[in-house]
């Protein structure tokens, strides 16, 4: 069973701190692995993609992989209240042609 | 624009009906995706289609047909449209190259209805 699981939340947290989002996948497989951001009523939209162990820093952004743990997280330092939004954590399983299977997602609040 | 482009983006219909969602992408894209999205904000995978070939086909009623005419275009008949059918619909295009997997772009998502 193809497994992508994610905390619901909400996760709230006041404007400038660090926002933590947590992800688990089932298969060791997998080789790619993605955060999108979903604002209500519109569609996802990527902001990191992360294929090796360790950290991927993109502005404010940081994705963590640990292929050993099963593990993906995506940190958001100086988080501000345009931040507030689902997360979806993704993992394409089946090679190139496989599809992403998503987690349910995290709601963010980011209150000022 | 390059992008992934859906019609119609809002859809209500009664239930019994039969209707169509059509996708477009200028990307270049060889893999094309629909996905639901629930009210919970589960997305799921419908089906997926590879230069025209049909590569994933999860449970899905029978009622859903998928229908790629060319390997820009993907769209998604639904017969006797039941209320359990009322969700958001996403098409997603991907193209893996040798220098990395960029994972999806998605479309604007058709919201559908059923009444």
């Known amino acids: 069973q193809k497994e992508v699981e994610q905390n619901s939340g909400p996760l709230s947290v006041p404007e400038g701190a660090i926002a933590s989002l947590n992800c688990t996948y089932s298969?060791?497989?997998?080789?790619?692995f993605f955060w999108y951001r979903q604002y209500s009523g519109k569609s996802p939209e990527l902001i990191m993609s992360?294929?090796?162990?360790g950290d991927k820093e993109d502005g404010r952004f940081t994705a963590q992989l640990n292929k050993a743990s099963q593990y993906v997280s995506l940190l958001i330092r100086d988080s501000q209240p345009s931040d507030s939004a689902t997360y979806l954590c993704?993992?394409?399983?089946?090679?190139?042609?496989?599809?992403?299977?998503f987690g349910k997602g995290t709601k963010l609040s980011v209150k000022p | 624009d390059t992008a992934v482009s859906q019609t119609p983006k809002y859809l209500v219909t009664q239930m019994g009906n039969d209707k169509s969602i059509k996708c477009e992408q200028n990307?270049?894209?060889?893999?094309m995706y629909w996905y639901k999205q629930d009210s919970k904000k589960f997305l799921k995978i419908m089906f997926s289609?590879?230069?025209?070939?049909?590569?994933i086909n999860e449970t899905v009623p029978n009622r859903f047909s998928p229908k790629s005419p060319d390997k820009a275009h993907l769209n998604l008949h639904i017969n006797s449209l039941e209320l359990g059918d009322s969700a958001v619909y996403f098409c997603?295009?991907?193209?893996?190259?040798?220098?990395?997997?960029?994972?999806?772009?998605f479309g604007s998502g058709t919201r559908l209805t059923v009444v």
């Open positions: 990307l270049g894209h060889d893999t």
């Open positions: 997603a295009s991907s193209q893996v190259l040798t220098g990395g997997d960029y994972g999806y772009t």
């Open positions: 289609y590879n230069n025209k070939e049909l590569i």
């Open positions: 993704a993992v394409r399983y089946g090679g190139s042609q496989g599809n992403l299977i």
């Open positions: 992360i294929y090796s162990n």
């Open positions: 298969d060791r497989g997998s080789q790619s």
